[in-house]
């Protein structure tokens, strides 16, 4: 079976997967070009997603910025000191606790993904399956410009 037809039962699993565990949500950003995903994910509150968007978080979002330009893991507490624009302070204001990053693959084409849950912190455990269900997913959508349309609209059409 060749990867594009894996793909999209691949991502949907995973992001099921994630939806279980990050009851205030996640973003999967999925083989970023240029600074554009070839497909996005977020399951993060309408409320969040529209101030993040207003306030033009994505320029200066010190996660984005991390993911971008590093590989492996990160919790958000880490970067706060870079956080010079309030993004980290606002998203807790808006529930998100608990927050991570993990990043893989080349900068010309990787995958990062932000996660929160309420209550307490995800553990080794949950984290290190995070990870990888995230490297499947990547490996799964490795050559994702060359895919049929019907397995990009299938991928597009994934939702919660």
């Not at 990050?22 to 999967?28: I, L, N, R």
């Not at 893989?104 to 995800?122: D, M, N």
């Not at 553990?123 to 290190?128: L, R, V």
Request: charged residues 20%.
């Amino acid at each position: 079976m060749s990867a594009s037809k894996r793909s999209p039962k691949i991502v949907r699993d995973v992001l099921l997967h994630l939806n279980t565990l990050c009851d205030t949500g996640f973003a999967v950003a999925v083989h970023i070009r240029y600074t554009r995903p070839s497909l996005l994910y977020q399951t993060y509150s309408q409320k969040w997603s529209d101030h993040y968007s207003e306030m033009g978080f994505m320029m200066v979002d010190p996660v984005v910025h991390w993911g971008l330009a590093h590989d492996g893991l990160i919790r958000w507490d880490d970067l706060k000191d870079q956080d010079t624009s309030g993004v980290l302070v606002s998203a807790l204001e808006h529930g998100l606790e608990n927050g991570w990053t993990y990043s893989v693959g080349v900068p010309e084409s990787r995958t990062i993904v932000g996660l929160t849950k309420s209550g307490v912190p995800f553990t080794p455990e949950q984290i290190s399956h995070v990870i990888e269900l995230i490297d499947s997913l990547h490996e799964a959508t490795v050559g994702i410009d060359g895919f049929s349309p019907e397995s990009m609209q299938q991928l597009r059409e994934i939702s919660f």
